[in-house]
């Protein structure tokens, strides 16, 4: 017995081991008692004896790595002062060993080991035989132990304190290999339900703080979606059906099921639409709403109200999308195999081409500038540049009218007008070049604006054009008049407005200007 001799010597490095308390927990329990064997109960006698709990709920979690029987780092601990239910998380492994484990692991001498298989859930309360190996036996010293099958594939144990120093209670590390593959959040437990490893929300979560509950916003370009804790709400008393409503109350649904734990709702980004409220403040439009819950169609006192907003930089496209009434053409363009595409052409008040024109007609002065933006708002903006190939104007609305007066040619600006400035062309998802007001000299009182786009595959076209004076001078290709956007008319004042040509793609308005400035030129030949 020179073992035991060494034990005893060990008894002064005994280490306390430090526990985080997850309920308060009764450490004494009876094999077996009237309440049945998924409880455990105080000891017959004593003024505990008729209080029972479920130590699946009731005890303290042990993470503690270096009981892993795969540690080989001398050390003493010892488990002599443990007692009560406990459950093992963590790396080192969530069961105890079933097998016999080497001396001078786990960090102590002797390491004990579970002498028996574990209960399946529904065994209840099983008693098992932990054995220390030590001096060449398996079994040297032995120890009674409670253990419970829990939901959610745990298992939790009824620790007495070791016979000896230095002793401890050893746990396989295979037994955390179907655990959770991301780490939870803080509102969630790492548990297996219907057989499969997750991340759920914790079953012990309380909280009546609605202030936590702070949504999570996805901005997106068409729709804004808002996104809450699962794991909160339910702490609140919200069942699993929660339904949601907008400032426009017929905007109501139940929220959806995201991954990790999260539900949703979504909301176009359209002002007005499900009671948005939009804001403009010069370089952003804010789109404003509150969300409130309720747990069923018939509210009485639990509703919870939340505010959000979503901001977005103003920009061609936003600024689009928060106009009433944009001056604005579409074309749907479909390349095979690519997917469907939307291109916009719009006319801008200013060189920010942030504030399109609205409304049924626009007043210039003969010294104003017309600012022109296409932009391809729906496609693969990563792959497709938009290119400008052709925009001209005609005296009427046909788009095959001879008479043309070409603004850009060949996706080259015209260098015999001075007033024309192309910004950007063919480098990025939308063009926009700007050009003085003019009209036809001769009877006509209309100008008619149309511009052939192409959407270039930036990896492998040449997008950007190389502007030459050899390029500015050739004749224009062939127009491909069905990727042709439409703009107008421009009226002169004093001339009937005609509004929307027929014919042309969602062309909202025409444009008034003075016309004290001509072009006395027939525009056929300009080039």
Not at 178 to 186: A, F, G, K, L
Request: net charge negative; with cysteine.
């Amino acid at each position: 017995m020179a073992g035991s001799d060494l034990l005893w010597l060990t008894l002064t490095s005994c280490i306390l081991v430090l526990a985080l308390t997850v309920q308060q927990g009764y450490t004494s329990t009876r094999k077996a008692s009237s309440y049945g064997q998924d409880l455990a109960c105080g000891d017959p006698g004593t003024p505990e004896a008729e209080i029972c709990f479920d130590p699946c709920q009731n005890h303290t979690v042990l993470d503690e790595p270096s009981r892993s029987i795969e540690n080989t780092v001398s050390g003493k601990f010892c488990d002599q002062n443990l007692r009560g239910w406990y459950r093992f998380v963590g790396e080192g492994g969530v069961r105890m060993s079933e097998s016999c484990v080497p001396v001078y692991r786990c960090q102590t001498d002797a390491p004990m080991w579970l002498n028996g298989t574990h209960p399946l859930l529904g065994d209840g309360i099983v008693q098992r035989t932990a054995c220390a190996h030590w001096s060449e036996s398996c079994c040297l010293w032995k120890s009674n132990v409670l253990v419970k099958a829990c939901q959610g594939g745990y298992h939790v144990y009824k620790l007495e304190s070791t016979p000896t120093c230095t002793l401890r209670y050893c746990t396989d590390p295979s037994t955390t290999q179907n655990s959770c593959e991301n780490t939870c959040r803080p509102e969630e437990e790492c548990r297996v339900e219907d057989g499969i490893w997750g991340c759920f929300c914790r079953q012990n979560l309380t909280g009546s703080d609605v202030q936590s509950l702070q949504p999570q916003l996805d901005c997106g370009a068409s729709e804004i979606k808002v996104k809450l804790d699962k794991c909160l709400l339910e702490s609140l008393g919200f069942g699993e059906e929660v339904l949601a409503y907008l400032n426009d109350r017929n905007c109501s649904s139940i929220l959806q099921r995201e991954d990790g734990n999260w539900i949703s709702v979504t909301i176009p980004v359209q002002a007005s639409a499900c009671g948005n409220i939009l804001e403009k403040n010069g370089t952003h439009a804010i789109y404003k709403n509150t969300l409130s819950l309720a747990n069923d169609f018939i509210i009485r006192d639990m509703l919870v109200s939340i505010n959000f907003q979503c901001a977005y930089p103003l920009d061609m496209k936003v600024s689009l999308q928060t106009a009433l009434q944009p001056i604005v053409s579409s074309l749907n363009i479909s390349l095979g195999g690519e997917g469907e595409f939307i291109v916009k052409m719009a006319l801008f008040q200013d060189q920010s081409y942030t504030n399109p024109y609205e409304g049924d007609a626009v007043v210039l002065s003969v010294e104003s500038m017309l600012f022109v933006g296409v932009i391809l708002e729906r496609g693969d903006t990563s792959w497709f540049n938009l290119l400008l190939r052709n925009c001209y104007a005609t005296p009427s609305e046909h788009k095959d009218d001879p008479v043309k007066y070409f603004i850009i040619r060949n996706s080259c600006p015209n260098q015999r007008d001075s007033t024309i400035s192309v910004e950007e062309n063919g480098v990025s998802s939308q063009s926009r070049f700007s050009v003085q007001m003019f009209m036809f000299a001769g009877n006509y009182d209309l100008v008619f604006l149309h511009c052939e786009v192409h959407l270039c595959d930036s990896l492998n076209e040449q997008c950007q054009p190389s502007c030459s004076r050899n390029q500015l001078r050739s004749d224009v290709l062939a127009l491909d008049l069905s990727q042709v956007l439409d703009l107008g008319p421009i009226t002169r004042r004093g001339a009937q407005a005609l509004g929307v040509m027929s014919g042309t793609p969602s062309t909202a308005g025409f444009l008034v200007a003075w016309p004290m400035l001509l072009l006395p030129v027939l525009l056929a030949w300009l080039f």
